[in-house]
């Protein structure tokens, strides 16, 4: 606020001259004189205090009302919805006693997907599989949801149940849908069975042949997740060790020292020692949950390990085998050479594809032994094959054709194995 104290320009000042009086008519002459004066004027600044002010003692101990909504969004894709529930109760000393006086509830609610089950769902995702694969057509009348799926969807609906408490270690929004359906099918005429599955593709960087591969790639195998083996495997044909048997052989060492448990690293050093594997940069495979294993002889389709298969991906389609088995409540997971051959960006650290537009054609039971080496040429023969027994592939359509990496040249194949 300014407040101003102003005084008249002029002050009109009455004064008698001593020195020069005129008398006029017996009175004296008073001169009137203006003197100017100087304006003072006095300005006084705002000030602007801020006084804290208690508010109002409450008249109760809790606001009856209810407390805003808590929306919290987890990195795993949880909605996690919060609400304080707050009422008047006894005394405190009476209300520690009591379990009821401070608890939480915790209640997760989830939807279980229902596969879908006709080629209109099916091509919803991939349109052009219809014509990619005529045979669809005569099978889907007949076709059942493996119960496989069920399963799968049963095991991840009790990992959720088994750590509620522990949301880090609950499947992510994105890995508990990841499966759109598992369909039995079987040709009409050829009778041959397919487990078809379709969902997304996740990758897997495992496997290890020091016969074929001395050297590895230090960035895959400094991977926290990766893993020197594969579910497919092999006598080894050479003396060759494998790449990772040095770096086993210290974490077995380690584990000595500290007087931890060695057993299923001991194993492992055996393995590394006798076995090849499947190379996942190198080797074109699929994981296949290991919940779907060991059950050949209950169901014709129920897979194998090392069956034949196709990937269907938008206008493509790769020839490739279950070379490895997975975790028991994930779908959809590929080789690292066939998620580059798709999405050049794919690593270790980055799946191909995110959406459920990726088909898996499983022949089930239809693996030969023994295993061995991959044979790039004899599996593209082999699927072509089963292929041909439920339709085969529409106009326009042929399946990609695997180079062999780890071919000799002609002078290697001229002189023979070292």
Not at 19 to 37: D, Y
Not at 151 to 168: A, E, I, N, P
């Amino acid at each position: 606020m300014t407040r101003s104290a102003v005084v008249p320009l002029r002050h009109v000042l009455t004064f008698a001259t001593m020195s020069g009086l005129l008398a006029v008519g017996g009175c004296r002459k008073v001169e009137r004189v203006e003197v100017p004066v100087i304006q003072e004027k006095i300005i006084e600044k705002e000030k602007i205090v801020e006084k804290y002010i208690k508010p109002p003692l409450p008249s109760r101990a809790v606001d009856y009302g209810d407390t805003p909504d808590d929306l919290v969004k987890l990195y795993n894709g949880f909605q996690i919805r919060t609400k304080l529930e707050a009422s008047e109760g006894d005394r405190a000393a009476v209300e520690r006693l009591d379990k009821e006086a401070y608890e939480i509830e915790f209640n997760l609610k989830l939807r279980v997907p229902r596969p879908n089950q006709s080629l209109e769902d099916l091509a919803s995702l991939n349109e052009r599989l219809p014509d990619m694969l005529p045979g669809l057509a005569s099978m889907m009348p007949t076709a059942q949801v493996s119960k496989f799926y069920h399963l799968l969807y049963q095991l991840k609906t009790d990992r959720v149940q088994r750590y509620l408490t522990r949301l880090k270690r609950i499947p992510s929004r994105h890995n508990f849908f990841d499966c759109e359906t598992v369909l039995e099918l079987q040709h009409p005429v050829s009778e041959q069975r397919v487990l078809l599955i379709q969902g997304e593709m996740d990758v897997v960087s495992d496997g290890s042949d020091g016969d074929r591969m001395p050297e590895y790639d230090e960035y895959i195998a400094k991977s926290p997740y990766y893993q020197p083996f594969t579910s497919y495997g092999w006598s080894k044909r050479s003396k060759q060790p494998n790449p990772l048997l040095e770096r086993w052989e210290k974490k077995l060492a380690d584990a000595q020292a500290a007087g931890s448990s060695t057993s299923t690293l001991k194993r492992e050093i055996a393995d590394l020692k006798a076995r090849s594997f499947l190379i996942a940069r190198k080797d074109p495979f699929v994981v296949i949950p290991t919940s779907f294993l060991s059950y050949q002889n209950r169901t014709p389709y129920g897979p194998t390990m090392g069956d034949y298969c196709v990937v269907i991906y938008q206008d493509q389609i790769y020839p490739a085998i279950l070379g490895d088995a997975g975790p028991t409540y994930k779908s959809g997971e590929a080789s690292l050479r066939i998620a580059k051959t798709i999405n050049e960006k794919a690593s270790p650290y980055n799946r191909p594809v995110s959406d459920l537009t990726v088909t898996y054609i499983i022949f089930p039971q239809s693996r030969d032994k023994p295993f061995g080496p991959p044979d790039l040429k004899k599996w593209h023969q082999r699927c072509e094959e089963y292929l041909g027994k439920i339709g085969g592939l529409g106009n326009g359509y042929q399946m990609h054709e695997w180079e062999d990496l780890f071919a000799p040249d002609e002078g290697e194949a001229a002189g023979g194995d070292a």
